[in-house]
């Protein structure tokens, strides 16, 4: 089945404790996103990738980090985590990052940082 | 000003109604435009594209008005299983969505 799978689904965690979460996606597709999603301000997007070793900023990149090894992990990185990083994340992938490309999510990491 | 906009809602409607939700946008380059819908606590999952000339998928039609830059999506006949919020999104690199429109659909 084609899909994108994120782990963990849920995450408490405490300020400062470094954390990854994963991303994986087997549908070959060379662009990779990561939201977050918090109420009243909609999907915001973190980083994304164009391809391998290509990653680029998104809207609201401080605090976190990403890679680009392989085609199909994009793992989101948060060597610090603060309270404000509490939300539900969201990885994302489509097929490539022109522009008739729609985005397939996983279903999603709630993360809570105390 | 917000580069993709939504009514939040939310929109209460009694099954079989007919219900219209429009999203502006404001970067006129913008090449193409989706919907999705999201229930509660989980991910968007996409509903249809939105192409120039409009599209349907069964009770659901999206239009493109590029001249007043909106996109709109109907849904005829209401079903209770309609209930989501509704996203949408423009690709203008990088993917952004709107807040969403809340659609509760009641018996």
């Known amino acids: 089945e084609a899909q994108v799978t994120q782990n963990p689904r849920y995450l408490i965690t405490v300020t400062g404790k470094k954390l990854t979460v994963t991303c994986s996606q087997n549908?070959?597709?060379?662009?990779m996103s990561w939201y977050r999603q918090d109420p009243g301000l909609g999907l915001r997007q973190i980083y994304y990738?164009?391809?391998?070793?290509?990653?680029d900023k998104g809207d609201v990149p401080e605090g976190y980090k990403v890679s680009r090894k392989e085609k199909r992990n994009f793992p989101l990185i948060l060597e610090s985590p603060s309270p404000n990083q509490t939300s539900l994340y969201f990885c994302?992938?489509?097929?490539?990052?022109?522009?008739?490309?729609?985005?397939?999510f996983g279903n999603g990491t709630r993360l809570t940082v105390t | 000003r917000k580069e993709v906009e939504q009514d939040p809602g939310p929109f209460n409607v009694p099954e079989g109604a007919t219900v219209a939700f429009n999203c502006t946008y404001s970067?006129?380059?913008?090449?193409?435009f989706f919907w999705y819908r999201q229930d509660c606590r989980k991910e968007p999952k996409l509903l249809m594209s939105v192409y120039s000339s409009g599209n349907e998928d069964g009770r659901f039609t999206a239009q493109l008005n590029r001249a007043s830059q909106y996109i709109s999506l109907l849904i005829r006949d209401s079903k209770l299983s309609d209930s989501a919020t509704y996203l949408c999104?423009?690709?203008?690199?990088?993917?952004?969505f709107g807040a969403g429109t809340r659609l509760t659909v009641k018996p």
């Open positions: 549908m070959n597709h060379e662009y």
């Open positions: 970067n006129s380059a913008s090449q193409s």
């Open positions: 994302a992938s489509s097929l490539r990052a022109g522009m008739n490309s729609p985005l397939h």
């Open positions: 990738s164009m391809n391998v070793e290509v990653t």
């Open positions: 999104a423009v690709n203008i690199r990088p993917m952004r």
